[in-house]
């Protein structure tokens, strides 16, 4: 083989390579993603039931309902609308009333959210940034919300 | 004071980098040797100064002084002597600070150790690592010190984050650093080579110990965040293809092709243009997971904290040192000679196919990390590109090259032959069929796990043909055998044991992924639940105070077959100054496979919910990977790495024929 065909021969697997990955990634990038919404979104969006998303907002408060111990619901709130999320499964440690949640899953045929993975704060710090920056849009963003002393001292 | 000494020894640090960024590099141009020998004691003197400011750091956290704001915001004095070291780089500017730390004990060691390369060279190379430390000591000094002083001084500290209080956080990050930092030095070695127009099989002889030793720490920090993650988060997740998992991940496949690259270009001269580009692309991969995981793009546990001057100080080093390098490649890269020939079956051809494929994957985690971001600057959509999308983007191109994987070392250089190599691994075929079959009986359907199985055995008993070859099993008697085996070059044993390893990861995910079990419960004291052959029996709960946190324990009695294996104890934690609670997850080995508790919630009437998790093989990821390590642990004691001139290797013109 002279240098020209061997160089060919390396480009043309390369170029395989690389279309086959290419066209994985516009695959996966079309079926795999999904977007994130606030409550409001949900419903000025008007999105569809059976789609998959990541609902984020703040837990209302007293709204959480334990069914049992595995089972319960909750609304999530950007200030100006909520949805219920039922969720099955066990939250996370940081998982608490008047803070900020993103829970991912399906939307429902009634308007509800059912949720299979339930993300909280990673710590009592901040707050999803997704979250933050909806609440912001919403303006119901309180700076207490990122001011770690105002929520490490409320009494709870 | 001693905050007053730490600042005083980073402002000292910087001036001294500033000279190594500058005197070496006239020197080199000038070929005066004084000049030059500046870069090697400043070298030092850089590493000292930081370890000096470091050291005042640590002692600010030992001794709880919370007249400084990052001690005050991150620890507590009530916390555990060892967390108090761990919180020096539990937050974002004592992590820099680690980062500038490992950066000049890098520098610190090629000049101490780098004594095979010639003066000119060593002294840019030195130059080049004393602009990225500038470059990150303004980025400390001006926008993340570490040292700023509160008044009046608060009596106590806001406490480490729970989650960080944990023995993973002395082990992981600074490992982690190890290989991201570590890779600065193929940086400069690339930059060096560029700006003094010298590359040759010589210069890929001395970047692959540093390459390699990066490698082995990334190798070793990613598996250890990787085991930290799995017991600290309660869920016995291993992977999650975080953003920030995924800022490790891209360098060290950019690493892995790099290792492979330096192979053919020290052993052929060949691929020279493509090493150096590649090693410019790993560290520039380095720091743009430092951008993502420090500029607070990202929310994650690894977002200390944000502030927009840092995203924006951190993308301007990022701009300047990938933009500057990638323009020097392109002015300078043309220059560089043409290496020697190579057929496409050959040991060149199955190293370029294995660098493709890594390099492809590394760019599709690429994408589908910066994606979400990219989308949001330019449209504000908001979406989450999860684990769905690499599993389908990043596994079919990992596949075909674990595939080749056990080819590799087998084929000849310059051309070889196929089907003489694959009759060699028969036997690794053999062991896959069998693999195969064995898992279909036991396990039954579906095939797809089954012939992964069959993958993982193919590449494990591949690592163990190659040796076989090499020293002649069943060819030659015993003796010759044993002789042979303490001869073969210890890099022989390296790469066998590294892809041995990568057999044993990929046997730990499919076995933890397809074969793992698991169940949530409400349990009573004396309830009990069965999971596989399993019997747990919640023996109740009691209560338990450390240092500054409580913990809530609780007892399962494990039993198999009714015979008692142990208790586990998983338990509620919770911080009392920060008032928030983190799971600590129970483990219990069974082989390789482990039994996992953690607890949920506890009902105001007694129950708590469980979690149990039955994870088959899944030690053999964390295995595998110190086996990886340790692969490269001989690899880099090979005695070639230490001799200084390479073997007088036949010139590359003479061998090329005449086209």
């Given at each position: 083989?002279?240098?020209?065909?061997?160089?060919?021969?390396?480009?043309?697997?390369?170029?395989?390579?690389?279309?086959?990955?290419?066209?994985?990634?516009?695959?996966?990038?079309?079926?795999?993603i999904v977007f994130f919404n606030s409550p409001s979104d949900v419903i000025s969006n008007?999105v569809?039931?059976?789609t998959r998303l990541r609902l984020g907002g703040l837990v209302a408060?007293?709204s959480v309902?334990?069914?049992?111990?595995?089972?319960?619901?909750f609304q999530v709130t950007d200030g100006n609308h909520s949805i219920g999320v039922a969720y099955?499964?066990?939250l996370p440690?940081l998982f608490r009333e008047g803070q900020g949640v993103v829970a991912e899953g399906t939307l429902?045929?009634?308007?509800s959210f059912r949720a299979d993975t339930v993300l909280a704060k990673h710590?009592?710090?901040y707050m999803p940034k997704e979250v933050a920056d909806a609440l912001k849009k919403q303006g119901h963003w309180k700076?207490?919300y990122g001011?770690?002393?105002?929520?490490?001292?409320?009494?709870? | 004071?001693?905050?007053?000494?730490?600042?005083?020894?980073?402002?000292?640090?910087?001036?001294?980098?500033?000279?190594?960024?500058?005197?070496?590099?006239?020197?080199?141009?000038?070929?005066?040797?004084?000049?030059?020998?500046?870069?090697?004691?400043?070298?030092?003197?850089?590493?000292?100064?930081?370890?000096?400011?470091?050291?005042?750091?640590?002692?600010?956290?030992?001794?709880?002084?919370?007249?400084?704001?990052?001690?005050?915001?991150?620890?507590?004095?009530?916390?555990?002597?060892?967390?108090?070291?761990?919180?020096?780089?539990?937050?974002?500017?004592?992590?820099?600070?680690?980062?500038?730390?490992?950066?000049?004990?890098?520098?610190?060691?090629?000049?101490?150790?780098?004594?095979?390369?010639?003066?000119?060279?060593?002294?840019?190379?030195?130059?080049?690592?004393?602009?990225?430390?500038?470059?990150?000591?303004?980025?400390?000094?001006?926008?993340?010190?570490?040292?700023?002083?509160?008044?009046?001084?608060?009596?106590?500290?806001?406490?480490?984050?729970?989650?960080?209080?944990?023995?993973?956080?002395?082990?992981?990050?600074?490992?982690?650093?190890?290989?991201?930092?570590?890779?600065?030095?193929?940086?400069?070695?690339?930059?060096?080579?560029?700006?003094?127009?010298?590359?040759?099989?010589?210069?890929?002889?001395?970047?692959?110990?540093?390459?390699?030793?990066?490698?082995?720490?990334?190798?070793?920090?990613?598996?250890?965040?990787?085991?930290?993650?799995?017991?600290?988060?309660?869920?016995?997740?291993?992977?999650?293809?975080?953003?920030?998992?995924?800022?490790?991940?891209?360098?060290?496949?950019?690493?892995?092709?790099?290792?492979?690259?330096?192979?053919?270009?020290?052993?052929?001269?060949?691929?020279?243009?493509?090493?150096?580009?590649?090693?410019?692309?790993?560290?520039?991969?380095?720091?743009?997971?430092?951008?993502?995981?420090?500029?607070?793009?990202l929310t994650s546990?690894?977002?200390?904290?944000?502030?927009?001057?840092?995203?924006?100080?951190?993308?301007?080093?990022?701009?300047?040192?990938?933009?500057?390098?990638?323009?020097?490649?392109?002015?300078?890269?043309?220059?560089?000679?043409?290496?020697?020939?190579?057929?496409?079956?050959?040991?060149?051809?199955?190293?370029?196919?294995?660098?493709?494929?890594?390099?492809?994957?590394?760019?599709?985690?690429?994408?589908?990390?910066?994606?979400p971001?990219?989308l949001e600057?330019?449209?504000g959509d908001k979406i989450s590109v999860g684990?769905?999308?690499?599993?389908?983007?990043?596994?079919?191109?990992?596949?075909?090259?674990?595939?080749?994987?056990?080819?590799?070392?087998?084929?000849?250089?310059?051309?070889?032959?196929?089907?003489?190599?694959?009759?060699?691994?028969?036997?690794?075929?053999?062991?896959?069929?069998?693999?195969?079959?064995?898992?279909?009986?036991?396990?039954?359907?579906?095939?797809?796990?089954?012939?992964?199985?069959?993958?993982?055995?193919?590449?494990?008993?591949?690592?163990?043909?190659?040796?076989?070859?090499?020293?002649?099993?069943?060819?030659?008697?015993?003796?010759?055998?044993?002789?042979?085996?303490?001869?073969?070059?210890?890099?022989?044993?390296?790469?066998?044991?590294?892809?041995?390893?990568?057999?044993?990861?990929?046997?730990?995910?499919?076995?933890?992924?397809?074969?793992?079990?698991?169940?949530?419960?409400?349990?009573?004291?004396?309830?009990?639940?069965?999971?596989?052959?399993?019997?747990?029996?919640?023996?109740?709960?009691?209560?338990?105070?450390?240092?500054?946190?409580?913990?809530?324990?609780?007892?399962?009695?494990?039993?198999?077959?009714?015979?008692?294996?142990?208790?586990?104890?998983?338990?509620?934690?919770?911080?009392?100054?920060?008032?928030?609670?983190?799971?600590?997850?129970?483990?219990?080995?069974?082989?390789?496979?482990?039994?996992?508790?953690?607890?949920?919630?506890?009902?105001?009437?007694?129950?708590?919910?469980?979690?149990?998790?039955?994870?088959?093989?899944?030690?053999?990821?964390?295995?595998?990977?110190?086996?990886?390590?340790?692969?490269?642990?001989?690899?880099?004691?090979?005695?070639?790495?230490?001799?200084?001139?390479?073997?007088?290797?036949?010139?590359?013109?003479?061998?090329?024929?005449?086209?």
């Open positions: 083989m002279t240098r020209k065909r061997r160089r060919l021969t390396l480009i043309g697997a390369a170029a395989v390579v690389l279309a086959i990955a290419l066209g994985l990634v516009l695959f996966a990038l079309r079926d795999t008007a569809k039931p059976g408060p007293g309902v334990r069914d049992n111990d595995l089972d319960m619901h099955h499964g066990i440690d429902e045929p009634g308007g710590d009592e710090k700076d207490e001011n770690p002393g105002a929520t490490a001292g409320t009494a709870k | 004071m001693i905050p007053e000494i730490g600042h005083f020894a980073l402002v000292l640090a910087l001036l001294v980098g500033i000279a190594q960024a500058s005197v070496p590099l006239i020197g080199a141009r000038r070929n005066d040797p004084r000049l030059m020998g500046v870069a090697e004691s400043t070298a030092l003197a850089q590493f000292g100064f930081v370890a000096a400011a470091f050291a005042a750091l640590t002692a600010c956290y030992v001794r709880s002084d919370f007249s400084v704001l990052t001690v005050f915001e991150n620890s507590h004095s009530a916390m555990p002597l060892i967390y108090k070291f761990t919180s020096v780089w539990g937050n974002h500017e004592g992590s820099m600070l680690l980062w500038v730390l490992i950066l000049t004990l890098f520098g610190a060691l090629v000049a101490a150790f780098g004594r095979n390369m010639p003066e000119s060279f060593k002294a840019t190379v030195l130059a080049v690592q004393a602009w990225i430390a500038v470059a990150f000591y303004l980025f400390i000094l001006l926008t993340s010190n570490p040292f700023l002083r509160l008044a009046p001084a608060p009596f106590e500290g806001r406490d480490l984050n729970p989650i960080l209080q944990d023995l993973g956080l002395a082990v992981h990050p600074p490992m982690l650093y190890l290989g991201y930092v570590g890779l600065s030095i193929t940086f400069s070695f690339a930059m060096a080579a560029l700006i003094e127009g010298r590359i040759n099989a010589a210069w890929a002889r001395w970047v692959r110990p540093w390459t390699l030793a990066a490698w082995m720490c990334l190798t070793l920090g990613i598996a250890m965040g990787s085991y930290w993650a799995y017991y600290t988060l309660g869920w016995g997740g291993w992977w999650f293809w975080d953003p920030v998992e995924n800022a490790s991940l891209m360098p060290w496949l950019a690493a892995t092709a790099l290792l492979h690259s330096l192979v053919v270009m020290e052993k052929r001269e060949a691929l020279k243009v493509w090493s150096i580009l590649l090693a410019i692309l790993a560290f520039s991969l380095s720091l743009i997971g430092t951008f993502l995981v420090r500029s607070g793009v546990v690894h977002a200390f904290a944000s502030d927009p001057m840092r995203g924006v100080f951190i993308l301007a080093i990022l701009v300047l040192f990938i933009g500057g390098a990638l323009a020097l490649f392109a002015w300078r890269a043309p220059l560089l000679k043409q290496g020697g020939l190579f057929a496409p079956v050959s040991r060149e051809g199955a190293l370029v196919l294995n660098n493709l494929l890594l390099t492809t994957a590394c760019a599709t985690v690429f994408v589908g990390t910066l994606y971001l990219a600057a330019l449209t684990a769905p999308f690499f599993n389908l983007t990043f596994a079919p191109l990992f596949i075909p090259l674990l595939v080749a994987v056990p080819f590799g070392p087998l084929l000849a250089w310059k051309r070889a032959d196929l089907p003489g190599v694959t009759q060699r691994l028969l036997g690794a075929f053999v062991v896959a069929l069998l693999g195969i079959a064995a898992t279909l009986a036991i396990e039954g359907h579906p095939v797809l796990p089954a012939l992964v199985v069959g993958l993982a055995l193919f590449v494990m008993a591949g690592a163990l043909i190659d040796i076989a070859e090499r020293i002649g099993t069943f060819r030659v008697p015993l003796a010759t055998m044993a002789a042979r085996a303490r001869g073969l070059p210890r890099s022989n044993w390296g790469t066998a044991l590294a892809h041995f390893g990568l057999g044993v990861v990929l046997l730990g995910i499919v076995g933890e992924t397809q074969w793992g079990a698991e169940r949530i419960v409400s349990m009573k004291p004396s309830d009990r639940v069965t999971l596989r052959h399993y019997d747990f029996s919640f023996d109740g709960t009691v209560p338990r105070s450390g240092s500054n946190y409580r913990d809530l324990v609780s007892r399962f009695t494990v039993r198999r077959d009714g015979e008692v294996l142990g208790t586990m104890q998983p338990a509620k934690r919770t911080f009392l100054s920060r008032n928030s609670s983190t799971s600590q997850a129970a483990l219990m080995a069974r082989g390789f496979s482990q039994l996992y508790v953690s607890l949920g919630d506890v009902s105001p009437d007694g129950s708590i919910v469980v979690r149990i998790y039955h994870k088959p093989m899944v030690l053999m990821i964390w295995l595998g990977a110190v086996i990886m390590f340790a692969g490269g642990a001989f690899s880099l004691s090979d005695r070639r790495l230490r001799v200084g001139a390479p073997r007088p290797a036949r010139s590359a013109a003479a061998m090329q024929p005449a086209e």
